[in-house]
């Protein structure tokens, strides 16, 4: 038994835990403007996507996205990426979300996640988390926190899967 248990648990090192949930989860979001979007549907359009769940509060997370909206367009045109941002803000804390938004000039997605159940889901414990996903909605890299620069690495990512 015991092991067993270490053969487990070796292999769940080597495959990492995106193995775990290979697609997105169906589930219904809205989006800053109140409209509702389905997370699948969107991460099954034939082109890659980023989710990157963040918080308005979070400093890492808000170089993350402000580092990825100064390359959003050129990785568009290079990749056709979809990017899609997630905010874990609670209720009483999202007339944050939209100003915030728009005042760093985010052009891609902003959904709202305020009771967390996409990032229950998704298994994402703490934020900047950020998702790669193949054009099929399958999981391909995912990273938790935010380095200065990381967005080279991911575009390399993208250039691959596109």
């Not at 990785?75 to 905010?87: F, H, K, L, P, Y």
């Not at 938790?144 to 250039?159: C, P, V």
Request: hydrophobic share 40%; aromatic share 8%; with cysteine.
């Amino acid at each position: 038994m015991k092991r067993l248990l270490i053969s487990l648990a070796i292999l769940l090192s080597l495959f990492g835990s995106q193995e775990l949930y290979a697609q997105i989860p169906n589930l219904t979001l809205r989006d800053i403007n109140g409209k509702s979007v389905n997370i699948q549907q969107l991460c099954n359009s034939g082109k890659p996507t980023i989710i990157s769940f963040f918080a308005t509060w979070c400093k890492p997370c808000l170089r993350e996205l402000n580092a990825i909206a100064d390359v959003y367009d050129d990785w568009q045109d290079a990749t056709g990426v979809n990017i899609i941002a997630v905010s874990i803000d609670r209720a009483q804390d999202v007339e944050k979300v939209k100003p915030l938004v728009d005042g760093n000039n985010w052009d891609y997605l902003v959904l709202l996640d305020t009771n967390n159940e996409l990032m229950r889901q998704m298994q994402v414990q703490a934020v900047p988390h950020l998702f790669v996903i193949d054009g099929k909605g399958k999981i391909i890299e995912q990273h938790n926190g935010y380095t200065d620069g990381e967005e080279t690495n991911l575009y390399k990512t993208l250039l691959r899967i596109k």
